[in-house]
């Protein structure tokens, strides 16, 4: 017997235990991973959860226009981070949003006026003479400081300074001239703090050293002396609150206070002079690997031509001093990021900055030099302020809405398609399901947040995932009018179900592309749901409703076309079988003797 051949229409054998088996092994491999996790609920965003949103855009200075790119945007948002991180903020969002936009969410119970001032305020970057600097807050032992002994108060990215040759930052010119430190001053951490006292408002000459506790004559007024001195006494750089504070309100021709960490990861307090280079003299900084000298990742710095002139004579006047007077401080939104010493002054307007610096490291610091002599302004397009009490009430207006839709799709399907809505709303539970548990993985992965437009880009998805069940139930349905019984409906109605489905799911998904790349702000949170939706609608589909529907066709209630099924043959108008006609040689009748 030779076997027919498969036509064009025939399908492939089904295999719905497969199908369902993988979906059900995706559903309990990422409900483990939530309660792992421990996110066991949707991260809300700042209209449902309650606090502030800012919106800065970057607008360009005169002739700067190209200062507006990428890595200066990024690294406004690292900077901008540090600021909301320094108010004790805990969960706050900054990012970009297209070319020029930076949004800033705060979250509830922080002072946003202040968070607002923090955000929005340009970045400055200055360099400045380090007067007296020691370790703060828990870290201050009595012992002489780092600085006073002649070792420096990097920060945690300038990384290990004791592992260096010399056990110390240098700052050197092109020329190949290094800097290193002065002799280790004697005066303790007490005796430091005695001789900044007086030396706060003067010229960081060699009058203004910190040797053997000396006191230099004030050039500045002994009430302004008196009152830094007490800023520094009482700062304790181990406080967040005290970060942020440190140095507010301060000019680049004042004195100041401020904060940075060393090595070790420990912060310390610092006394700074009046500035004397502006970031802006900055024509260029990069991050450089130096294999001809051995000193591994640096950094190098190109003034401009003014710049220069002022690094060099800066350069000259510390290099007279002691230690801790012998160091500049790179000072980014008052906070010190790394205080090389110098020992000769530096001309030729160029400068390396080097100290066993990683790769990340090195360009991280780059970055920060390269922002200030390319500042960005920003302007405040939108501060929207939201309580807790109206998140909360939207999220529930948000959530009546949601299961108002649902309930009448349901009694649609109960009604329309009566045994067929099981099929209907079991799967629609699943994709809730999928979309509730990669909603909750989303937000500590990626940051993701549940705002009001995401609930109604869900919401609008209940409407696109019935939509495919409607598909498919009518093309079976259709083939049973054609007199088919069920079993093959279902498997020759799919071929045809299927095209249309992702036909209608792939415009859904390219709508809500498009939406997600041309818009900023909130209406993201509308397209990125809709399109994980749409995605979770076509996963449903293949893998749980069509398997699901070939097994309880071989069921009797359906296979039957029992009328409460939504397959009864009769109320479908179904037509009779069609059957061929059995082909004969002759014609029908009494066969004639003659023609025997």
């Known amino acids: 017997m030779v076997a027919p051949k498969k036509g064009k229409n025939a399908s492939a054998p089904s295999r719905p235990g497969r199908s369902l088996a993988l ?8 409900t483990g991973g939530m309660f792992a996790s ?9 209209d449902l959860a309650g606090g502030t949103s800012i919106t800065l855009r970057a607008v360009p200075e005169a002739g700067q226009e190209s200062a507006i790119n990428k890595t200066n945007m990024d690294t406004a948002v690292d900077i901008m981070e540090r600021r909301v991180n320094g108010l004790g903020v805990s969960e706050a969002e900054v990012q970009t949003q297209g070319d020029r936009n930076i949004i800033v969410n705060i979250p509830k119970g922080t002072n946003s006026e202040e968070a607002r001032q923090q955000v929005g305020t ?13 370790l703060s807050g828990a870290n201050a032992t009595g012992s002489p400081s780092p600085s006073a002994t002649g070792n420096p108060s990097d920060k ?5 300074t004791d592992k260096a040759t ?9 020329g190949g001239a290094s800097s290193t430190p002065s002799d280790a001053a004697s005066a303790s951490a007490t005796g430091q703090g005695r001789a900044a006292s007086d030396a706060l408002k003067a010229d960081p000459s060699p009058s203004a050293t910190a040797s053997d506790g000396a006191s230099p004559s004030p050039s500045g007024s002994a009430a302004g002396d008196a009152k830094l001195q007490q800023q520094y006494a009482a700062l304790d750089c181990t406080k967040a609150a005290d970060r942020a504070k440190a140095g507010d309100g301060s000019k680049p021709g004042d004195s100041m206070v401020a904060c940075g960490q060393n090595s070790q990861g420990q912060w310390q307090k610092y006394v700074l002079g009046p500035a004397s280079v502006d970031g802006t003299d900055i024509d260029k900084s990069e991050a450089v690997l130096n294999t001809q000298t051995g000193a591994g990742w640096t950094v190098t710095m190109k003034f401009t031509d003014e710049g220069g002139k002022k690094f060099a004579d800066i350069t000259g006047k510390l290099a007279k001093n002691q230690s801790p007077q012998n160091q500049f401080a790179i000072v980014l939104d008052n906070e010190v990021v790394s205080d090389p010493y110098v020992s000769q002054a530096l001309t030729g307007g160029s400068a390396e900055i080097s100290g066993n610096f990683d790769q990340e490291e090195a360009q991280g610091l780059a970055n920060m030099l390269s922002y200030g002599a390319l500042p960005l302004t920003f302007k405040e397009d939108s501060v929207t302020t939201v309580t807790a009490a109206l998140g909360g009430e939207q999220l529930k207006a948000g959530l009546i809405a949601g299961a108002i839709g649902l309930v009448l799709v349901v009694l649609y399907l109960l009604i329309y398609y009566r045994g067929l809505s099981f099929i209907a709303v079991t799967s629609l539970l699943v994709s809730a399901g999928l979309t509730y548990v990669i909603m909750s993985l989303l937000g500590p992965t990626i940051g993701f947040a549940l705002n009001l437009p ?13 939509d495919s069940f409607i598909v498919y139930f009518e093309r079976v349905r259709d083939e049973i009018r054609e007199g088919r019984t069920l079993r093959p409906a279902v498997e020759r109605a799919w071929p045809r179900a299927r095209r249309t489905i992702l036909v209608s799911d792939f ?11 041309v818009t900023v702000g909130k209406v993201q949170g509308f397209a990125f749901t809709l399109g994980l939706t749409t995605l979770l609608d076509v996963v449903v ?3 749980f409703t069509k398997p699901l529907l070939t097994l309880m066709a071989r069921r009797k209630f359906f296979a039957s076309g029992h009328k409460w099924s939504g397959l009864d043959p009769k109320s479908l108008g179904a037509k009779p079988p069609l059957r061929r006609a059995r082909r004969t040689s002759r014609p029908a009748g009494p066969v004639d003797p003659k023609e025997a």
């Open 23 to 30: 979906i059900l092994i995706a559903i309990v491999a990422l």
């Open 38 to 46: 421990g996110h066991t609920t949707p991260r809300l965003g700042i």
């Open 122 to 134: 340009t970045a400055k970057l200055y360099f400045r003479p380090v007067v007296a600097t020691e």
């Open 156 to 160: 945690a990215s300038d990384k290990a």
């Open 166 to 174: 010399d056990g110390q930052d240098k700052a050197t010119d092109e």
């Open 454 to 466: 995401a609930v109604c880009g869900a919401i609008v998805a209940i409407g696109i995932t019935a």
């Open 507 to 517: 415009v859904s998904f390219l709508a809500a592309a498009v939406l997600f790349i």
């Open 541 to 543: 589909v293949f893998l």
